[in-house]
């Protein structure tokens, strides 16, 4: 991991009055966050209003589901290419003397930019998509504001444009009537929300899409301005915030919606995922991003203050994809409803596994001074590239979070292009070897900056010898600031092309923010090493020594925390002759600590052939310190036969809790009982057959501050005490098949890696 850098300014809280919502006010809470608050109206950035009844008859033409074609016209606004980034260890195989640094974006100084000036904009408005024009010349804003009280439709979606981005003008659009006054002098539009240009769809009616925020409804439109209804009812649901991309690397809608998972026992606002390539009846969403132990480092101790994940526009960009997550810390005393918004980045390199910053993983877009127009919350939205810059459209409110009546803006932040994330070096020289790479044989362009210093890069082959021509010091040094520059050698130009090779950039006294090294790059991911395996049979063990039959990642230990014993009683085996004995009535704790194992990566097992004598709910494998919830940090496997106090099996793990299907093996026989974690993919196995699965957010590694232990927590245990006999005790640093599982099940482990692994290459 690369040593970070943030810059970082803080929050700027302050004390205010704490205004309760009263009924008819403009929406300060989430429909589904209070049991006391429910039906009341939701936050839409879409108006479904009467008008959709009368044109719901000719909808039917509109409705047809289809697939856009993966090539042909490109949207506007589109942001993919070929630049490859360093927000993550993706592209990295090595570095030395260089550190990663976040760069927040940059407010314009004429903030705000659009702000609520029309009788039916009332205190608040918010930008939901900023697209450049069909023609070039300017560019197009979709928001939605609340209304006046005696507004019946509560809120509007509405359309503005501009020749520059930053000055706007709402045009007089004459397509819907405002309910108070009956005129059509405004720019009130049928839909919006995520709104999104679609030059592949083959309809022209089609043209453009949208969908808002509860109901989760397309609409299309020709031009972008006059909608019909496309979805026959809602394809998904979820919370009131929510968007949806097309995503031109899958060929997909995406959508990224609120949700309430509990994490470390607390109920939380997280980002569900689901995907299609129709307009009605998508999968139900499932959890991909939700608040860890570091998110809440803020938090005061002792109280139930918390950070939600308030929402996440998604944005593919060049070779990845980038969130601008929206994080909210709840200080009231409940932790739900009061408190600042943020944005945070996360990236991604295929849309469901998120990662997030290192360090303290500083805002890319923060509140604004106390009393200022943005002091309460900042939600990063729609991203622009113009020129060199990136321009990021974004909502601010000089209200904090449920504190009413809110009164918010348009604003506009700037960053060079590619400008994320920068990995730089000082006087000391600093190196950064790319993995391998496929795809090249174009010129190498680069995007830097070198004020005072320089950049140099080699080009190595496959086993990391430096192809001739191509040393360092043929390099051309880079010096300045440049955000698109071609890289030279002396007699080279042309990246090879047709073999693996890697790139070792040199800095000194530099920053590299991205690189281009061909259209249509592959990385290849470097050789892994030795897998994360222990092992304990108990065959060849004797007393309270036991040994770890699989070694190939290090000797590995076992050691025994208060009592048990290995048992050579040959019928209390599983398999072979021996097992392991854990009971004792006297004494609690009863554990097997298993060494090397706090760090167990984005893929593992864990399997035990165990026969409980009580059939009481029990740990299996635990790093739980026993204290409050079960924290992010800490993971938890345990049983219960009977099925009473969990379904049968249960895994928490980042916080959270997900179940097997009801199960209940409570005879007194011995039964194989697995987990297998895929990078956030659960399933649950019992006697080889798989017995449900769920779904965590992935794309951070399972890191635990102790070692798991089987058979109990780390302190204040004897309530989950497991207690019989186990034999075939299993961590493995991969994700096993069904099949897999099922041979380890009915033949052991013994048997299942003397012939069904093979040697890693």
């Known amino acids: 991991m690369l040593q970070s850098r943030m810059r970082y300014c803080g929050l700027n809280p302050k004390n205010r009055q704490i205004l309760r919502p009263v009924p008819g006010m403009a929406h300060g809470l989430d429909k589904d966050e209070s049991p006391d608050l429910e039906g009341r109206p939701e936050v839409t950035a879409m108006h479904w209003t009467s008008r959709w009844n009368d044109v719901a008859k000719i909808a039917i033409f509109f409705a047809l589901a289809l697939h856009l074609p993966a090539h042909g016209e490109k949207p506007i606004g589109d942001l993919t290419g070929p630049w490859q980034l360093f927000i993550d260890d993706h592209l990295i195989s090595t570095s030395e003397h260089v550190a990663r640094t976040y760069h927040a974006f940059k407010k314009y100084s004429g903030n705000p930019i659009l702000v609520p000036d029309k009788p039916w904009e009332h205190n608040v408005v918010c930008c939901t998509t900023v697209l450049p024009d069909e023609a070039g010349t300017g560019y197009r804003m979709w928001y939605y504001c609340w209304t006046p009280e005696d507004d019946p439709d509560r809120s509007h979606s509405l359309y503005a444009v501009s020749d520059d981005g930053i000055q706007w003008r709402k045009p007089n659009l004459g397509l819907l009537p405002w309910k108070l006054n009956g005129s059509t002098e405004n720019n009130l539009i049928g839909a919006g929300g995520s709104v999104m240009h679609t030059p592949g769809d083959p309809n022209p009616a089609q043209r453009y899409k949208a969908v808002g925020s509860g109901p989760y409804r397309f609409s299309c439109s020709p031009d972008g301005v006059r909608w019909e209804p496309l979805s026959k009812g809602e394809f998904t649901k979820g919370g009131d915030v929510g968007r949806v991309i097309w995503d031109p690397f899958t060929n997909k809608y995406r959508a990224y919606i609120k949700i309430n998972p509990f994490v470390s026992d607390l109920r939380r606002r997280g980002v569900g995922y689901s995907e299609g390539t129709n307009y009605d009846d998508w999968p139900a969403l499932r959890l991909v991003m939700a608040p860890d132990e570091f998110d809440d480092r803020w938090c005061e101790p002792g109280s139930v203050q918390r950070t939600h994940f308030y929402g996440c526009p998604i944005i593919p960009y060049e070779t990845m994809y980038l969130g601008f997550l929206w994080i909210f810390r709840a200080e009231d005393e409940d932790g739900y409803f009061h408190g600042p918004i943020f944005t945070e980045l996360v990236s991604s390199r295929d849309g469901i596994h998120w990662s997030r910053e290192e360090g303290e993983r500083p805002p890319i877009l923060n509140c604004g001074p106390a009393e200022s127009w943005e002091a309460g919350m900042v939600f990063g939205i729609s991203l622009l590239r113009v020129k060199n810059e990136l321009w990021l459209y974004y909502a601010g409110y000089r209200e904090s979070h449920d504190v009413l009546p809110y009164h918010s803006a348009v604003g506009l932040a700037t960053l060079r292009k590619d400008g994320f994330v920068s990995l730089d070096a000082g006087e000391q020289t600093g190196t950064v070897l790319t993995k391998r790479m496929m795809g090249t044989g174009q010129r190498l362009r680069v995007n830097y900056q070198a004020t005072g210093g320089e950049l140099r890069v080699e080009v190595l082959d496959a086993e990391n010898k430096v192809l001739p021509g191509y040393e360092s010091k043929d390099c051309q040094p880079l010096t300045g600031d440049e955000i698109d520059q071609e890289v030279q050698w002396l007699k080279k130009a042309v990246l090879p092309d047709g073999i693996p090779l890697r790139l070792r950039f040199i800095l000194s006294r530099a920053s590299l923010y991205s690189f281009m090294a061909g259209d249509s790059v592959t990385i290849l991911p470097d050789p892994a090493g030795p897998t994360l395996a222990i092992l304990c049979t108990f065959e060849g063990d004797h007393g309270r020594r036991v040994t770890d039959k699989r070694n190939e990642d290090g000797s590995q230990k076992v050691r025994f925390l208060s009592t048990g014993k290995v048992d050579p009683d040959p019928k209390q085996a599983a398999f072979g002759g021996q097992s392991l004995l854990v009971d004792s009535p006297w004494r609690p704790l009863h554990r097997l600590e298993l060494i090397g194992t706090s760090m167990l990566g984005s893929q ?111 302190e204040l245990g004897s309530d989950e005490q497991f207690r019989g006999h186990v034999d075939d005790v299993l961590v493995l640093g991969r994700s096993l098949s069904a099949n897999d599982v099922k041979i380890l099940c009915s033949k052991g482990a013994e048997f299942f890696f003397r012939n069904s692994i093979a040697p890693k290459p």
Request: with cysteine.
């Open 604 to 714: 593992f097992t864990l399997a035990v052939m165990a026969k409980s004598a009580d059939n009481r709910l029990a740990r299996l494998f635990s790093s739980y310190s026993g204290n409050g919830p079960v924290r992010a940090s800490e993971l938890v496997f345990d049983c219960d036969p009977q099925g009473k106090a969990v379904p049968g099996l249960r895994l928490i793990c980042k916080g959270i809790r997900v179940d097997s299907k009801p199960l209940e093996f409570s005879d007194g026989k011995y039964h194989h009982l697995a987990v297998t974690y895929d990078d956030g993919h659960v399933r649950f196995y019992l006697d080889g057959n798989q017995a449900g699965e769920a779904w965590l957010p992935g794309g951070t590694p399972v890191s635990m501050p102790r070692n798991l232990l089987f058979g109990e927590d780390s």
